[in-house]
Each structure stands twice: as C-alpha cells, then as structure tokens.
C-alpha cells in the first residue's frame, strides 16, 4: 500500500507521453474551431477530475461527520486540495478555449458560472477548515457535503438554461480518431490526481497525529509536575 | 405531529420575542431601503427596457442575500448571547424542529423585507410592476427563492452559533453554497419579467431545488451544530 502512489505516479509517468502524440500528431484538427480544439483534451479531463473530486471530498466529509473518522476527515481535505488545483486548471483553459472559439474568454455561460461557482466552494472549504478552529470541522463537512450536492446541479446546468457550451454528451459525439486521444490523457491526469490525493491524505493524517501525540506529551509533562 | 407541534411552538416563541423588540423587522427592512437607496445612486442612469428587465432580477435577490445573511448572523446571535441556544440543544426537542423553526423565522423576516424592496425596486424600474400581472407566480418565486437561502443558511449560521464564533466565516460559506440557489432565482424572475410562457415550469425547477436543500440541510442540521447525529449515538451506546 506504502508504494501505491509511486506505482500510480509512474504508471502516468509512461502513459502521459502518448497524450500529445495522440492529440497533436494523430488527431485531425476540428473544422470550425481548428488547433484550438485540442485545448479540449486537457481541459475535459481536468473538469472531470475536478467534479470527481468534489463528489469525493462530499462523501468522505459524510463520513467523517457520521463516524469522526479521522481517515475521512484526511481524504477530505486532501481530495479538496486536489480539486481546487483542477478546478484551477478547469479554470484557466476554459477561457483559453472560449476564446479562441466564441471569441470571448468570459461569456457568463450558465457551465462556467457553475463551475466557477463549485471552485469557490472547494476554496471556502479549504479556507473554512485551515481558519475556522477546530470547532468549524463540521462546518467544513456540511459546506463539503452541500458542494458535492451542487455537482449534478452543475452537470445538469447546461440542459437547464440555454448555453453556448458544449452539451453534455459531448465526449459521446466525437469520432473515434479523438474519442482515442482523449483516454490517455485523461488516464494520465487521474492517475497523478489518485497518487497526490493518497499522498496528501497520509501527509495530513499524520499532521493529526502528531498534533495529539503533542497534546498528549504535553498532558504527560503536567502530571509529572503535579 | 410532534416535530410540528414544537416547531410551531419554536417559531411561535421566536415570533414573540421579534414582537416584542422588532429589532430584525427594523434592522432588516432599514438594510433592505439602505440598498434600495445604494441601487438608485447606482443604476438608475441605466437606460429602461430591455437593461432593466436584465439587471432588475440580479439586484433583487442580490439584496434578498445581503439581507439574509444579516437575518441569520442576528438570529443566531441573540441565542448566543443569552446562552440559549445550548439549553435548546439539552432541552427534551426534536433537533429538526430547531432547524425548521429558525428557518421559518429567517423566511418571515426576509419576506417581510422583500415587501420593501419589491415595492421600492418597482419605484426605480418601472418593468419591476410587470410582476403585478402575475401575483400567484410572483409572490411564490419570492418564497420559494427566500426558502432556498433560508435552508442552506440556517444550517450554517447555528453551526458557527455553537462553534467558538468566526462570525466572518458565514460570509465566506454562504454565498458560495447559496449562488445555484439564487441563480435559479434570477433566471425565473428574469422568465417572469419577459412573459416567459413557461413562468411554471421555471416555479416547478425552484421548488424541486428547494425539497432537495432542505432535506440536505435537516439531514446535516444535527451533525453540524451538535456533532455525531442521533442515530450514531443511538448506535454507539
């Protein structure tokens, strides 16, 4: 188990390179939107990778709440650091794309409010559980339980109101040549993701650690005083 | 019939208390004219029509927010204060009686408000009296919309109420969670104020929005504000 990340970051490590030999090499430049499509391959598997995450911070936010498991508490918060670094990158090539495409970076499109919208809970999770004491950790749960709740909210944001994105079928549309260009990287980004997530949380679960290790060293030395 | 019997008698007491010192109604409605007044310096220079029909939904609710959030940082407060809020929690009470009671005061006080700011808007903008021509609509969009802000923000705001304060934090956790709210209130209001021939089906997408909000947030209340809920204590011991 020790030596899982390393297996995941390395198994990315062989798969990523065939990404952009499959996007910019093999993969033909789309009609209306030209080179900039390929912005696409990066940008899909990162909105991905950022929900999942989301929804993973949700459920294990639920369960930290309902058990005090202080394992939950650390996937949590480490999927919600991951999320938040995706959601970024969801961020930034979004208006890339959109650009090049509509011609604005920003259209106040109904998927970029949302996801926008998401980002910023992941952010005030992670603000609410780094500032807020140890008395906010379940509010920190509930504003993570409430934000996984909002991701099919978002999903389905799109059918809902009228969009200039992509609909959601998208990936299902596309012809095989780009269908096959899209796995690699998309295996390559989860695969960093799970191994930065699984590291992140063995970081933060022995932060807690030896946070009580201290406590209790602490409580040691005062009896030996009294 | 018991969880309604004292969410009744919760609300009822809470109701009294406002009687008697009016200090939300006023601080509440002064907040709602405030903005009103901050609107008109801002956007009456917009140019009518179309311009107003877009802006007109966005500072309503924008303000229904600013005065929410001040409604459940007040409410929570005034137990704080007087220490209440944990005898509440001792007391023999359903904790979802709790929740649903403050949030059926929060919901009375920020309609009360919108019935100052509905007018006062309508006073500026001129397409804000199309809503007149449907009232039914109107008037559920207002609550339902109100509902929606008023489930996830009660949760919040009696969780930092028991906490050991950060008062600043509500700020931070509910405009983030409460914003798809609001954005399904937006585009019904902007349906409403355009004759949108779907208006109801826009109603029908706030309701299902508001069913899902507030049995997360009764599902979350005991957990947030207490810790572990009762059916884990239950089975523990």
Not at chain 1, 42 to 71: K, N, Q, T, Y
Request: hydrophobic share 55%; aromatic share 8%; charged share 15%.
């Amino acid at each position: 188990m020790r030596a899982l990340p390393y297996a995941l970051f390395i198994a990315a490590a062989a798969i990523f390179p065939m990404a952009p030999v499959r996007v910019f090499l093999e993969t033909p430049n789309e009609r209306t939107m030209g080179t900039a499509f390929k912005i696409f391959f990066f940008h899909v598997p990162m909105a991905w990778i950022f929900m999942l995450l989301a929804v993973v911070c949700g459920v294990a936010a639920g369960i930290e709440l309902r058990r005090r498991s202080r394992r939950a508490a650390a996937v949590a918060r480490a999927s919600a650091e991951v999320s938040f670094l995706c959601g970024a990158g969801v961020l930034l090539t979004g208006p890339i794309w959109g650009n090049a495409t509509w011609g604005e970076p920003w259209t106040g499109d109904a998927r970029q409010m949302t996801t926008a919208l998401l980002w910023l809970v992941v952010a005030s999770y992670l603000l609410v559980r780094q500032y807020g004491g140890p008395s906010s950790r379940r509010l920190a749960a509930g504003l993570a339980i409430f934000g996984a709740v909002d991701v099919p909210i978002i999903y389905y944001a799109v059918k809902i109101w009228k969009t200039l994105h992509p609909t959601t079928d998208v990936v299902t549309t596309l012809p095989p040549s780009m269908r096959a260009a899209l796995w690699p990287a998309l295996c390559a980004l989860l695969l960093v993701s799970l191994g930065l997530v699984i590291v992140r949380t063995r970081q933060v679960a022995l932060e807690a650690d030896l946070d009580e290790a201290w406590v209790e060293l602490d409580r040691q030395a005062q009896g030996v005083t009294a | 019939m018991r969880l309604w019997r004292q969410t009744w008698l919760l609300t009822r007491s809470d109701l009294r208390q406002e009687l008697r010192d009016r200090e939300l109604v006023l601080v509440a409605g002064l907040f709602s004219l405030l903005l009103v007044a901050m609107f008109a310096i801002s956007f009456t220079a917009l140019p009518a029509g179309n311009n107003h029909r877009v802006v007109l939904p966005g500072l309503l609710w924008m303000s229904v927010a600013f005065v929410g959030v001040l409604t459940l940082t007040r409410i929570f407060d005034r137990e704080r204060e007087a220490d209440t809020l944990r005898a509440l929690l001792a007391a023999p009470v359903d904790r979802l009686a709790i929740y649903l009671s403050k949030a059926a005061v929060t919901l009375i006080i920020l309609l009360t408000s919108c019935a100052l700011l509905v007018p006062g808007l309508a006073l500026l903008f001129p397409e804000l009296r199309m809503i007149v021509e449907q009232p039914a609509a109107a008037g559920l969009m207002l609550v339902l919309g109100s509902l929606g802000f008023t489930a996830v923000g009660a949760v919040f705001a009696a969780g930092l109420a028991t906490g050991s304060g950060k008062n600043v934090l509500i700020s931070v956790i509910l405009y983030p969670l409460t914003t798809p709210v609001l954005m399904f209130d937006i585009v019904a209001t902007r349906a409403l104020l355009e004759r949108h021939p779907d208006v109801w089906g826009y109603v029908g997408r706030l309701a299902a929005l508001d069913a899902i909000l507030l049995a997360v947030g009764a599902l979350l209340f005991e957990s947030i504000v207490v810790g572990v809920g009762r059916t884990a204590e239950r089975r523990a011991s």
